[in-house]
């Protein structure tokens, strides 16, 4: 079964450069949620989008923005870089944020060092 | 503030024995809980939900219950084996408004050969 794809699975960046993270969801899911986790931490919710409209917002730097695209798939860019954005990012996706609860399926993430 | 609370400690046990993982949340009024398994570098993977009027859920050798009185559930697996040796995270959603799940901090399980 088609899971959920996230692209690149490494990336290394230097502190003040920008970054792009994509996400595809499983096919026929309408909602993607962004994921952030530290070394040793649990994920932190940063942001979702359902039908291309934000969803809701968590706790997402101002550096960082995201969208979602009319093939349902999703960008979260990062700009000016900090050395404690280095994390595992994960993007999930379920259907219809609106329903009763639906399952996150999450990707395997991408592992942002910034140096 | 909420706060959503997993053993920080590894639980070691032998295999074949029951595994117990606690979940305790406070401030919080979750419409539904949620078991994920995380394995090192890899994405969090649905394991079983359970809704606020349910005292309990069963699939194959996980059982989970849910006491909304206590503010708890508890994750059981049964006939443990090593492959079961993972951290397993509980997620909390609200009934309305955001969607996006809120992790406990997960508890290392090792099963012992």
């Known amino acids: 079964a088609a899971g959920v794809i996230q692209s690149p699975r490494h990336l290394i960046k230097e502190k003040r450069e920008t970054a792009t993270l994509k996400c595809y969801p499983i096919?026929?899911?309408?909602?993607v949620y962004w994921y952030q986790q530290g070394p040793g931490q649990d994920p932190q919710f940063l942001i979702s989008?359902?039908?291309?409209?934000?969803?809701d917002k968590g706790s997402i730097p101002d550096r960082f923005s995201a969208q979602q695209f009319s093939d349902y798939h999703s960008e979260l860019n990062m700009s000016s870089l900090e050395l404690g954005d280095s994390a595992l990012y994960f993007c999930?996706?379920?259907?219809?944020?609106?329903?009763?609860?639906?399952?996150?399926?999450f990707g395997p993430g991408t592992r942002l060092l910034v140096l | 503030s909420q706060k959503i609370e997993q053993n920080s400690e590894a639980l070691n046990i032998q295999e074949g024995k029951t595994a117990t993982l606690t979940c305790n949340y406070t401030?919080?009024?979750?419409?539904?809980l949620q078991w994920y398994r995380q394995d090192p570098g890899r994405g969090p993977v649905f394991l079983l939900l359970?809704?606020?009027?349910?005292k309990e859920k069963r699939k194959e050798r996980l059982k989970v219950t849910f006491d909304t009185t206590l503010k708890q559930s508890l994750f059981h697996i049964t006939a443990s084996q090593p492959a079961d040796s993972a951290t397993y995270l509980c997620?909390?959603?609200?009934?309305?408004?955001?969607?996006?799940?809120?992790f406990g901090s997960g508890t290392r399980l090792q099963v012992q050969p």
């Open positions: 999930a996706s379920s259907i219809g944020t609106l329903l009763p609860s639906k399952t996150q399926y």
């Open positions: 096919p026929r899911h309408d909602t």
């Open positions: 989008f359902y039908e291309k409209m934000q969803s």
């Open positions: 401030n919080y009024s979750p419409a539904y």
């Open positions: 359970i809704r606020e009027n349910e």
């Open positions: 997620a909390l959603e609200r009934r309305t408004g955001r969607r996006a799940l809120t």
